[in-house]
């Protein structure tokens, strides 16, 4: 297949130009509402089983075997759907997630132990469809070899953003003036719609894989990929010790609710810095983009290390969010450029599972150096992440194909 090289061609209403893409739009849009939907379950589990224990311990047991199960679990999901087509493995999917989401509501309502939840709780994350992977095949199907692809997937990192922006406001808003119930419920029912909006649509679906193309482990095994994996895991580290860090900072100055709106601030600028992205010409090659990226990503978390003020971190959060979109957009560029169609699912999971790792590895790690010293050392292990992660990208940029 052809390398994409990250020159970017297209005019600047490159994203007017993909939408224009035949079967784009309804596929962009169809998958909206499973956006939603994702970005409310791990969170509505937390109302869910706090609600009914009154414990954020058990609360947390349940996400934690979620989001392991869902790392796990994943990559597997999407071979099969690599294999027989994401037309025959979605609906399969969603309903198998609709079921174990109603059986773990079912145990959590009747104060089942505490077991049977995590059961139930692994069994919902190992099935949950992992609808970007799916999208993101669908852009390089319709979009492959063309310079507008680096625009698709911004433009599909943007919906990602928006969606991670209402969705845990939307479930706390039900939970909490409705009830969990109610709020996992409708985060289920919007994976549901639109996970069968998106399968329903056959002419933008990858066809099938031959079957030894799917299971030949070397598809996956090369030495760029497994360092895109590597710098995934990385940025995962540093979202999850930046949530503990900032939410520590706000506590620590007996301000604990400026860490929602500080913390958002990085994401509000990633989502104008990714549109921005997408619909410029980007001239140097994807792989010396991805370098320069992360390695101003490092540069911009150093003033995390000494500012005080609430202003001033503010603003030396917001400096960081300019290189986030721009890295997640490069990332599957680079993963499309890679792999072979015929794993592209797995491999754009393999990411996903690879940064939902580094989130919870860092949150952990992050969470025990805040205890033992201050909110200041959290953002140190954000800082050594994101070097990790630009040395990934050297070792990619040098691996070559």
């Known amino acids: 297949m052809p390398a994409l090289t990250g020159r970017i061609s297209a005019p600047r209403t490159n994203y007017a130009v993909v939408l224009r893409t035949p079967g784009a ?50 990559p597997q999901v999407a071979r099969l759907i690599d294999r027989f087509g994401q037309t025959r493995m979605l609906p399969l999917t ?82 909490s003036m409705a009830s969990p119930v109610i709020g996992t419920v409708l985060a ?46 990385g940025i995962g580290i540093f979202f999850g010790s930046m949530q503990v860090s900032v939410t520590a900072y706000a506590v620590e100055r007996g301000t604990p609710a400026l860490a929602g709106p500080l913390y958002s601030v990085t994401s509000l600028v990633g989502l104008v810095a990714g549109f921005v992205y997408g619909a410029r010409r980007w001239r140097p090659p994807a792989r010396s983009q991805f370098v320069l990226v992360l390695a101003a990503l490092t540069i911009s978390t150093i003033p995390l290390l000494a500012v005080e003020t609430p202003l001033a971190m ?42 939902a790792a580094g989130i919870a590895a860092g949150a952990a790690f992050a969470g025990r150096v805040v205890d033992t010293h201050a909110a200041h050392y959290g953002f140190g292990v954000a800082l050594a992440a994101t070097l990790v992660a630009t040395a990934m990208a050297a070792v990619m940029k040098v691996s070559g194909r």
């Open 25 to 74: 739009w309804k596929f962009y849009l169809a998958a909206a509402p499973a956006r939603i939907g994702l970005a409310m379950t791990s969170l509505g589990i937390v109302w869910l089983v706090h609600g009914s224990t009154g414990s954020y311990a058990a609360a947390g047991s349940v996400t934690g075997g979620f989001a392991v199960a869902e790392a796990l679990a994943g």
């Open 94 to 175: 969603l309903i198998a997630h609709a079921a174990a989401v109603a059986l773990l509501i079912g145990v959590t309502v009747s104060h089942a132990p505490l077991w049977t939840l995590i059961t139930m709780g692994v069994l919902a994350g190992a099935s949950i469809p992992q609808v970007g992977a799916q999208t993101g095949a669908r852009w390089s199907q319709v979009l492959r070899g063309s310079p507008l692809l680096s625009s698709a997937f911004a433009l599909e990192a943007l919906g990602v953003g928006l969606a991670f922006m209402v969705g845990p406001a939307l479930i706390g808003t039900v939970s």
């Open 188 to 233: 289920t029912i919007l994976v549901l719609v639109g996970g069968f909006s998106l399968a329903v649509q056959r002419s933008t679906a990858p066809p099938p894989a031959k079957r030894d193309h799917t299971k030949r482990p070397d598809r996956l095994l090369r030495k760029a990929f497994l360092a895109l994996v590597g710098t995934n895991i």
């Open 314 to 355: 503010g603003i030396a959060l917001a400096v960081p969010g300019l290189a986030i979109a721009p890295f997640q957009t490069l990332s599957a560029v680079l993963a499309e450029s890679e792999v072979e169609p015929a794993v592209l699912t797995q491999a754009f999971t393999w990411l996903n599972s690879g940064s």
